[in-house]
C-alpha cells in the first residue's frame, strides 16, 4: 500500500494532498500547476514539506509527527525522467550494472537477464546511449530503476519527451511493469491515454488538491473530474480479443457486445482496455440501422453535466463499462435525455487510437 499525505505551503501556492493506493502504478493526473511535480519532488526527498506522511508499505520516508525525514539518497527510490539521462560514456551493460551497484547487498536483487528480457533491451548491451532511440533510453532507464533494488518507483513524465511512435513502442513496457513487478510506481502524466492504459489508482489532482482518487475506470469515467479539460474526456472499458478478421479488424468481447477496433497486436483471449474519447461517441435514443459505425453498445443513463457553454457530457453505463459522451445541451434536450433513460453509444472503429487500447492486466 502506498500512503501519501503531504501539506505545503508556497507563495501562492499550497499543496494539501492525501492517498491511499494498493500495488501497481499509481498516476498522479492533472493539468501543468495542479502539484503533479511539487508531490513527486517530496516523495523523493527534494522538497522537505512542512507536515506529512509518506511510505510504501512499513517502508517509511517521512514521518513528520515522528521526526523521520529520509534524506533523498536513502529513499530506495528507482527514478525514471522524462529524459533517459543515462552516462554517455558508459555502455548500456555499463549503465545497467552501475543501477545495481546502488542495490543495498541486503535486498534481494533483480535478476539482470530477467530484467533485460523484460524490457526487450538484449541486442543493446554493448551500445552506447549516442547509438539508442528516445524509447530504447527510456527502457534502459527504466532496467537501472529496477535493478538498484528500489522500494518505489518515480516516473515524472516519462513520455512527455518521446513522439507517438516511440509512446507506442514503450507503453507495452510500463504496462509489464504494472502487471509483473512487486515495486510500487508512482507516475506523473498530463496524458488521459497513458492513464486509462497504465493507472492502476488515478490520483486526479487541480491547484493542490485531489479531485478525485480511485480505478481509472471510476476516475475518468466522472464527468465532473476534468484534470485534462473537456477534450480530454473519455472512459475506460474493458473487453477480451474473440477472433481477427482478414479486413484488418479486430473482434472483442466487450460484456457480450460485439465491439471492432483495427487490428490489435495481441492473441485471442487477452483482456484490453480501451479509452474511448468523449468526443467520438454519438448518443442514440433507440438502437440505430444503416450506419458505418459498428460499434454500437446499449445502456443507460447515469448522468448528464451540462457545462458552462453550449457542451454537456452525458454518462452511459453500459455492460462493458460506463461511456462518455460529448454532445451539445441542444442535443441533450432534443433528445429529451434524462438519468435513467435507455440510449445507445454509437463509436467509429477507426475513431480509437492504438495510443487508447492497452493489456487489461488481469
Known amino acids: 500500500m502506498l500512503d501519501v499525505a503531504v501539506k505545503h505551503a508556497f507563495k501562492g501556492f499550497a499543496l494539501d494532498v492525501a492517498f491511499k493506493a494498493p500495488p501497481g502504478v499509481t498516476v498522479l493526473f492533472g493539468r501543468s500547476g495542479s502539484g503533479k511535480t511539487t508531490l513527486v519532488n517530496a516523495v523523493a526527498g527534494l522538497l522537505m514539506p512542512q507536515q506529512g506522511r509518506i511510505a510504501a508499505g512499513e ?32 555502455t548500456v551493460r555499463q549503465n545497467l550494472a552501475y543501477g545495481a551497484w546502488f542495490a543495498p547487498k541486503s535486498a534481494p536483487r533483480a535478476d539482470m537477464s530477467r530484467v533485460v528480457e523484460m524490457l526487450g533491451i ?21 532496467g537501472r530503476a529496477l535493478l538498484s533494488a528500489p522500494k518505489l518507483i518515480l516516473a515524472d513524465e516519462p513520455l512527455a519527451a518521446l513522439d507517438d511512435a516511440r509512446k507506442a513502442e514503450i507503453l507495452p513496457y510500463f504496462e509489464r511493469l504494472r502487471d509483473e513487478v512487486s515495486v510500487p510506481i508512482l507516475y506523473v502524466s498530463h496524458s488521459a491515454s497513458e492513464v486509462a492504459r497504465l493507472a492502476t489508482t488515478v490520483v486526479a489532482l487541480d491547484a493542490g488538491r485531489v479531485m478525485a482518487h480511485g480505478p481509472a475506470a471510476t476516475v475518468l469515467g466522472d464527468p465532473s473530474v476534468r484534470p485534462g479539460g473537456a477534450r480530454e474526456m473519455g472512459a475506460v472499458l474493458t473487453a477480451r480479443i474473440l477472433r ?33 474519447a468523449a468526443h467520438d461517441v454519438i448518443l442514440s435514443r433507440t438502437r440505430p440501422e444503416g450506419l458505418s459505425a459498428l460499434n454500437i453498445l446499449p445502456g443507460t443513463v447515469a ?17 462493458a463499462g460506463r461511456v462518455l459522451a460529448r454532445v451539445t445541451r441542444r442535443s441533450v434536450a432534443a433528445m429529451g435525455l434524462s438519468v435513467g433513460d435507455q440510449a445507445h453509444a454509437v463509436v467509429k472503429a477507426v475513431s480509437v487510437a492504438a495510443t487508447d487500447i492497452g493489456v487489461s492486466g488481469v
Request: cysteine-free; charged content about 25%.
Open 59 to 90: 517502508w517509511v520516508l517521512l514521518d513528520t509527527a515522528k521526526h523521520i525525514r529520509l534524506r533523498p539518497h536513502k529513499r530506495r527510490l528507482g527514478y525514471v525522467f522524462q529524459e533517459g539521462r543515462l552516462f554517455p560514456h558508459l
Open 122 to 142: 538484449g541486442p543493446l548491451l554493448d551500445r552506447r546511449p549516442a547509438a539508442l532511440s528516445g524509447g530504447e533510453k527510456q527502457r534502459v532507464a527504466i
Open 244 to 276: 481477427h478478421h482478414d479486413d484488418g479488424l479486430t473482434e472483442l468481447d466487450a460484456s457480450g457486445h460485439p465491439l471492432f477496433l483495427p487490428h490489435v497486436a495481441a492473441a485471442p483471449g487477452t483482456g484490453l482496455r480501451i479509452r474511448i
Open 303 to 319: 448522468e448528464i453535466r451540462a457545462g458552462d457553454g453550449p457542451g454537456a457530457l452525458v454518462a452511459l453505463d453500459t455492460a
